[in-house]
């Protein structure tokens, strides 16, 4: 936080005048002349989980048109830990076939999202989401995000128990204001008391003006580091000591979100700082929730991150605003070590005899295309599974907890609607993950989600000829440098810079401990093959055994200045 | 006063103004005046007193006349009563033009006349009328227009006088296109004469093309006044009559040049479809310039379009018929092609009942004789409506063996006229553009087969650097008030908006500010809210206080503006209260609704009976806070 005075954001004023997140939104919604919200309700509309957006191929056409740009909203519903029941699936199904694009995108931290809901279908699709013990608030904003778990654990004892705790932060940290059940579901404020808001709502955590800006959770499983654990601004990596959970490791200070030619902003990987019991994680999720709010950056929203707070105060300033909030220090710091950070797909079974199926979904868009109904699919499998759906923090699916008798009939399923990809898809494709970007982002820059598939097609063939078809390499893009595909983290990352131009990143570690660095700026299609043509073909003669894509670029130097994540235990 | 003439401001040639002023020049005020009655009486020829009995689309002829005696007597005064009376009652601007033209010709030829609307006549003043010529439009199934509503009512009600002293005559403005053509001016004459006036000169009933046979009516009627009524006094002459066409004459020789029979050809600057991507509307936005044609309008006026028939139409109603392009018809003393008259001179895309029983003969389809025969009126106008020429001819076609001359063909199809469109601009915003805002017409049923002529010429076939015909039609009846401060209720659906953006540009480049609330309706927010950006921007601004929209197809039940009324009663009322002008803009079903809203608002927010609301409403009317455009 800065010593000067400096004017804080507009947004803080939108938050402090919103009177607890109602804004104008009801006016907003009772204004047929346009589908757009009030200015200052599109921020105070992301508390509420979701964003005007507008769609992009056609704002040049309206505009000559002398209409208003083609508004319509993104919807995200949270799912702690990304679990999610068929009978939850079936109605976001629903949802998005009657209100919204017909469509269901999965997302880099495990919610559903829902695109193209024009502004008088909001209430009803909130409401139903709500409806179906799911909701929105707080999948947005400044707040904290959905909370993410690994979906997928070795030993399902110990992800009950995790689960359990990431449930546990989510729900304390639900902002408290009734203004959502107010204008979304219809609920009056008890009666009896004052009219005046103010009195009644409270935020016992977050105070009137919420946090400087979003705050993500993610809790981890060692070994697998899909949840990019090193990603978010506070993180618990499970402790797992003769097959008994004892506590986790507490991580914080990581974000992906840079702006272009911006040097004061940095994806930033987060710092290990010791160690927690289970019990004491609300306390480690408050302390270091009301430190950020407290003395995180309210002038500048591009510096108002966790990752900034710490690395201007440092990591001992740190340790005592904790004690001073929790009332205890935390333990030293457990070893552990990742291995991946992507997802394992395909079936698993887990320690108490119940199936998983990964399932994998092309940039988490579940939609029916010819030849790949995964969209029906996934509705006809929810209709007959006994167990649950997972997301994934890679945008994939777990089919999770079916019986053995079962199988067939969900493989038969899998294999008539397309969604068997998984054993038939090169190892880079499963690996690849993209942020929706155009049409509808504001943000972007390039086009993501729907191009990535296509330039995957094409380094798919650069590789078969080097006889790398079978090697795993990540690769992750986004329109924009705010990172939603977590790119920084991918052994090639791709941000988005303007029309067909990308910064090409490369080198992160595979199991998500290094960040990439960036390695050619503003490249077309045409330099993204060569250039990774020809490091493909030094990578199939020179590496060493069982040596991964980022790796190997870092011990030969192709590139150097990574941020190695040096206080990982190992 | 001749000096005034020149060649590009009269219909004369130099030989002819030089041999004009020769003769003319040195006349005094009152031989000038004389002469002018002469040649007004000898134009109009002997008036004719049977009734009934049409003048048809060409003048009587100079056939004898008889002298203006009262108006070669200049200087004695008229007396009490002898004045003749204009009145006029049109939804569009047409029958108020025929009227002032009237008036003018009358005074000029020395007459004592007033020119009035029927809005501000009140019925009980008709028992001191004597001379009275009505100028009356006729509108959806044979309703009269606004303004006369109230003598129609009066006429038809046990109250009305007798009219013994009256004469009058009636020029009717309708469209044979629709079932009751120039009813209301036919039901007007109808129910004077039930009262025990006379007529002077025989009514005399106009289809779309109604300058000709207007203008040999107005020549009836002066003819008829200059012979029976007294001259105005030598004062009022020259002030009234002379110096006015004199100012005329000088001021703005440019614009008068342009007319519907001359009109100007614009240069297109812009064609741009405005409604978005899905809807299943076409509108666009037309930009044309006007530079050059010294015309000039407010907002509220309409804009006249010549456009031609499309080829394609024209080459399907020829093959269908087997008439060859080329083949030769004779109109007025002139040879053209077939091809070139239906182009541009002859109907296609509008029907009427004429065109259908004249075909029918000529072709020898007995069925569509007999069908068309046994049809009521009702059925009448919507099997007009839902077909075009081309669609009888294929569907009906000759029976075997006949065939259809090219003059034949010219002979049962009605003259082509012009569209008009009211004006989507203010001068004093875009300058020397004109701004139209032009909805695609479908013929219903015919899978946007079939189009209006005008609508799709204008959409479909011009690009920036076309030229279009066109000319001006002031609308008297739909400009902003006098008084900027006075509040404004624009109501309007689809292309109805137009002269609204036109009454918002005037405002903002003059500064006014009135309270303004615009009403609009349309099926859909996402692709059909018509110059949408323009409208949001305008309330950011402040200028538009309030926009209320009505968008039919947005919800499972059809919301259009006259429930935005109901729901705003309130606001509604309290506006009235607070002198706002109330105007319509759009379809006349849509006008009708509004109409009916507006009435039980009065009646809801006020406490009254239907009949108490209904004079309310009528009071408005007179009060000219309650204006429409609507088609």
């Not at chain 1, 105070?44 to 507008?54: A, L, M, N, P, T």
């Not at chain 2, 741009?272 to 407010?298: A, R």
Request: proline share 5%; aromatic share 8%.
């Amino acid at each position: 936080m800065s010593d000067e005075k400096l004017a804080l954001t507009p947004v803080e004023g939108i938050k402090a005048r919103s009177n607890y997140l109602r804004g104008t939104l009801l006016q907003s919604l009772a204004d047929g002349a346009t589908g757009a919200l009030a200015e200052d309700d599109t921020h105070v509309s992301k508390f509420h989980g979701f964003y005007q957006q507008d769609d992009r191929d056609y704002r040049e056409e309206r505009r000559r048109q002398m209409l208003e740009p083609d508004h319509q909203f993104m919807i995200r519903a949270r799912v702690p830990g990304g679990i999610c029941t068929p009978v939850q699936w079936l109605a976001l199904d629903a949802i998005a076939q009657k209100w919204a694009n017909g469509t269901i995108r999965l997302t880099t931290r495990q919610a559903f999202q829902l695109h193209g809901v024009i502004k008088r279908n909001l209430q009803p699709v909130i409401s139903a989401i709500n409806d179906s013990l799911l909701d929105t608030i707080a999948a947005c904003g400044d707040v904290n995000r959905n909370v993410m778990c690994t979906p997928l654990p070795e030993s399902s004892p110990i992800h009950r128990q995790v689960c359990v705790d990431a449930q546990a932060v989510s729900r304390h940290l639900t902002p408290h204001t009734t203004a959502y059940h107010e204008i979304w579901l219809g609920k009056k404020r008890v009666a009896g008391t004052a009219d005046t808001a103010l009195a009644e709502d409270h935020e016992p955590i977050y105070g009137a003006t919420y946090l400087p800006r979003k705050f993500k959770m993610s809790f981890a499983i060692p070994p697998r580091n899909d949840v990019d654990v090193y990603a978010h601004d506070l993180n618990f990596i499970a402790i797992v000591e003769d097959n008994l959970l004892s506590g986790y490791n507490v991580a914080v200070g990581g974000g992906m979100g840079a702006t272009h030619g911006d040097p004061a902003t940095y994806p930033r990987l987060a710092d290990v700082i010791g160690f927690c019991t289970p019990d004491q994680v609300l306390s480690v999720s408050e302390a270091i929730i009301t430190i950020q709010r407290d003395h995180g950056d309210r002038t500048e929203r591009k510096h108002a991150r966790l990752k900034y707070t710490l690395d201007d105060h440092g990591l001992d300033w740190l340790h005592t605003q904790f004690e001073a909030r929790a009332g205890f220090r935390l333990a030293p710091q457990r070893p552990f070590s990742f291995t991946h950070n992507g997802d394992r797909l395909g079936w698993q079974q887990t320690s108490d005899g119940l199936w998983h199926l990964g399932l994998f979904i092309q940039n988490g868009r579940v939609a029916d295309l010819a030849g790949a109904t995964q969209l029906s699919g996934l509705r006809e499998i929810a209709r007959i599974l006994q167990g649950e759906f997972r997301l994934t923090p890679n945008q994939n699916v777990v089919i999770s907890g079916i019986a053995d008798r079962d199988r067939a009939a969900i493989d038969a399923l899998v294999e008539q609607h397309g969604l068997d990809s998984w054993n038939r898809l090169s190892p880079l494709r499963l690996h690849s993950m993209a942020c929706v970007g155009f049409p509808t982002c504001g943000l972007s820059m390039a086009e993501s989600e729907r191009y990535l598939p296509e330039l995957v097609g094409q380094l798919e063939s650069l590789m078969a000829a080097h006889g790398l078809a079978e090697q795993a390499i990540t690769i992750r893009m986004t329109g924009c440098p705010n990172g939603c595909a977590r790119p920084y983290l991918a052994e090639i990352g791709l941000v988005g810079k303007g029309p067909g131009l990308y910064n090409l990143h490369l080198g992160a570690a595979f199991n998500g401990t290094r960040l990439n660095t960036l390695y050619r700026e503003s490249v077309h299609e045409g330099d993204i093959l060569s250039v990774l043509d020809g490091l493909f073909a030094m990578f199939a003669t020179t590496r060493n055994d069982g040596e991964t894509f980022g790796d190997f670029l870092h011990r030969t130097g192709v590139v150097t200045a990574g941020t190695e994540q040096g206080k990982i235990g190992q | 006063m001749f000096n005034a003439l020149r060649a590009d401001n009269s219909p004369f040639t130099q030989p002819q103004i030089d041999s004009l002023q020769q003769s003319l020049g040195n006349l005094d005020e009152s031989q000038s005046a004389w002469l002018s009655g002469f040649i007004a009486g000898r134009l109009a020829g002997p008036p004719s007193r049977s009734l009934g009995h049409s003048l048809g689309h060409s003048l009587a002829g100079a056939a004898q006349l008889p002298l203006p005696v009262a108006a070669a007597n200049p200087n004695s005064a008229p007396a009490e009563g002898e004045r003749l009376q204009v009145f006029f009652a049109s939804q569009t601007g047409n029958g108020e033009g025929i009227a002032q033209s009237l008036a003018a010709d009358a005074e000029r030829a020395g007459l004592v006349v007033e020119l009035k609307s029927l809005a501000v006549l009140r019925p009980a003043s008709l028992k001191k009328l004597e001379y009275a010529a009505f100028v009356i439009s006729t509108h959806g199934e044979g309703d009269p227009p606004d303004d006369a509503l109230e003598l129609f009512e009066y006429l038809q009600g046990p109250r009305a006088a007798q009219l013994g002293q009256l004469r009058f005559c009636v020029l009717a403005l309708g469209d044979r296109s629709y079932g009751k053509f120039c009813e209301a001016g036919r039901k007007l004459e109808h129910l004077l004469l039930a009262r025990g006036a006379s007529v002077f000169a025989p009514r005399v009933e106009c289809d779309i093309d109604y300058e000709q046979p207007a203008t040999g009516w107005s020549a009836s009627v002066l003819s008829f006044a200059v012979a029976n009524l007294a001259p105005g006094s030598g004062q009022v002459l020259p002030k009234l009559a002379l110096a006015p066409l004199a100012a005329h004459l000088s001021v703005v020789p440019q614009a008068a040049r342009w007319s519907r029979a001359r009109p100007f050809s614009a240069a297109v600057e812009r064609v741009q479809k405005i409604t978005g991507l899905d809807s299943d509307k076409d509108v666009f936005h037309l930009e044309l310039s006007l530079e050059g044609s010294g015309i000039t309008y407010e907002p509220g006026d309409a804009l006249g379009v010549w456009a031609p028939n499309a080829h394609e139409l024209v080459d399907e109603v020829l093959r269908a018929l087997d008439i060859a392009a080329d083949a030769a018809v004779v109109l007025d003393d002139h040879r053209h092609t077939i091809h070139e008259v239906l182009i541009r001179k002859r109907e296609l895309t509008r029907l009427s009942q004429e065109t259908v029983q004249g075909y029918a003969e000529l072709a020898q389809n007995r069925e569509l004789g007999n069908h068309f025969a046994q049809l009521d009126d009702e059925q009448r106008r919507d099997f007009i409506e839902q077909r075009q020429f081309v669609d009888l001819v294929t569907d009906f076609p000759l029976a075997a063996g006949i065939r259809v001359s090219a003059s034949e063909l010219a002979s049962v199809l009605r003259p082509l006229a012009p569209r008009s469109y009211s004006i989507a601009s203010s001068q004093a915003s875009v300058d020397e553009q004109v701004h139209l805002t032009v909805a695609t017409l479908y013929a219903p049923g015919s899978s946007k087969k079939r189009t209006g002529v005008a609508s799709s010429f204008l959409n479909q076939h011009l690009a920036a650097g076309d030229e279009v015909h066109v000319f001006l039609e002031p609308n008297h009846r739909f400009r902003l008030p006098e008084d900027r401060t006075t509040p404004l209720i624009l109501i309007s659906a689809g292309t109805g908006i137009a002269p609204y953006r036109g009454f918002l540009q005037q405002l903002q480049a003059e500064g006014s500010s009135p309270a303004t609330w615009l009403i609009f309706g349309n099926p859909h927010l996402r692709t059909d809210f018509l110059y949408q950006r323009e409208w949001l921007e305008l309330r950011k601004s402040g200028l538009l206080d309030h926009i209320d929209c009505a968008f039919s197809r947005d919800q499972n039940e059809k919301r259009y503006v006259q429930h935005v009324l109901r729901e705003q009663g309130a606001r509604l009322n309290q506006w009235l209260e607070q002198g706002a002008r109330l105007y319509i803009c759009g379809g006349l079903g849509m006008g009708r609704e509004v109409e009916l809203a507006l009435r039980d608002v009065l009646c809801s927010e006020r406490g009254l009976d239907t009949g108490q609301a209904a004079e309310c409403v009528a009071e408005l009317r007179r009060q000219g806070r309650l204006l429409k455009d609507l088609y």
